[in-house]
């Protein structure tokens, strides 16, 4: 449990969330508590390319060369962290403040802009997810599962479900959990519904009238302003599957869409580039094999909204003194 300052209160049981490590009831159900339930992770870093048709993702403990980054633990001033922290729960949305708690309605409907705020409102290091967040849960389930279908690997999450899911309905299952059927939700590394149920809409990347722009580090805006201009734009039949992806020295970005369900990336990839679109994410519970970990939407703008649309949670911890 992370406090609105961005410190550890303390650890949850791995197991039952409902309890603490220690011992005792934990809060992840108290709209009251100062903080949020979150799932940390350790500095990693990361040194991408490509040669010719592959693409070479490096881990590293250490910073091997100045090719290695760290994007998703870096913040806005620069700092290069030690761990960062990614939301166990979908965002819901109490008194102004977006949460990460259990048993919650995820919050929908709202603006890119509603968005940021209500998730800014915990505090000075809490922003929504980021380009580069997304992209290094999509590598290490990747490296892990040897395995670019994560529907396959991972379970098919809340993909074809009449209903969207609460917040907390996989709180005794562990830190991996999925199943083949589509109603159910899907786990990685203590996130709930990483992928499916609600798109997620985040940081970093941006579809600019056909151009797809991207920034590995805060902070964003909704514009493109500032954003690395990649040169890609976005071909293919838009609501297919992704049959090619660019590398990016942040991760790799979706390109053409004219694939299946079982080959290339086995996600969906929407796009318009006729307008300027913020990125979403995952894929919604009614996108079936389309969701997952390289599903990506470029055709949305940042004022639009729809009971579909949600986000979640991310947070930088304080610079150690």
Not at 120 to 134: A, I, P, T, V, Y
Not at 294 to 313: D, E, I, K, N, Q
Request: negative net charge.
């Amino acid at each position: 449990m992370l406090n609105n300052d961005g410190s550890v209160d303390y650890e949850l049981n791995h197991e039952n969330h409902a309890l603490q490590l220690t011992g005792g009831a934990s809060d992840i159900t108290s709209v009251a508590y100062a903080g949020n339930a979150m799932s940390e992770i350790p500095l990693i870093w990361v040194k991408r390319y490509a040669v010719k048709n592959y693409h070479y993702v490096i881990f590293c403990e250490t910073q091997f060369d100045e090719t290695y980054h760290a994007y998703a633990h870096t913040d806005a001033d620069g700092n290069i962290l030690p761990v960062t922290y990614f939301p166990m729960y979908e965002g819901s949305v109490t008194n102004n403040r977006m949460r990460s708690l259990s048993g919650q309605t995820v919050s929908a409907s709202l603006t890119d802009a509603q968005e940021t705020t209500a998730a800014q409102q915990n505090g000075d290091r809490w922003d929504k997810l980021s380009f580069s967040e997304c992209n290094l849960m999509y590598e290490m389930c990747t490296l892990i599962s040897k395995s670019t279908n994560s529907q396959a690997s991972f379970g098919a999450g809340c993909s074809n479900a009449n209903d969207f899911l609460k917040t907390g309905t996989m709180n005794g299952l562990g830190q991996f959990y999925g199943y083949s059927s589509a109603t159910n939700g899907v786990k990685l590394f203590y996130c709930e519904n990483f992928f499916g149920n609600y798109w997620k809409r985040i940081r970093g990347l941006i579809n600019d009238k056909g151009i797809v722009k991207v920034k590995f580090v805060p902070p964003y805006d909704s514009t493109g302003a500032g954003y690395i201009n990649t040169g890609v734009t976005p071909s293919g039949t838009s609501g297919g599957y992704i049959n090619k992806m660019e590398m990016t020295d942040g991760g790799r970005i979706p390109a053409v869409a004219s694939g299946s369900e079982t080959t290339y990336e086995c996600d969906g990839f929407w796009f318009n580039n006729a307008q300027v679109d913020v990125a979403l994410f995952g894929g919604a519970r009614g996108h079936g094999t389309k969701c997952g970990l390289s599903c990506w939407l470029l055709h949305y703008l940042a004022t639009s909204v729809s009971a579909a649309v949600g986000a979640s949670l991310s947070c930088k911890p304080p610079v150690a003194a």
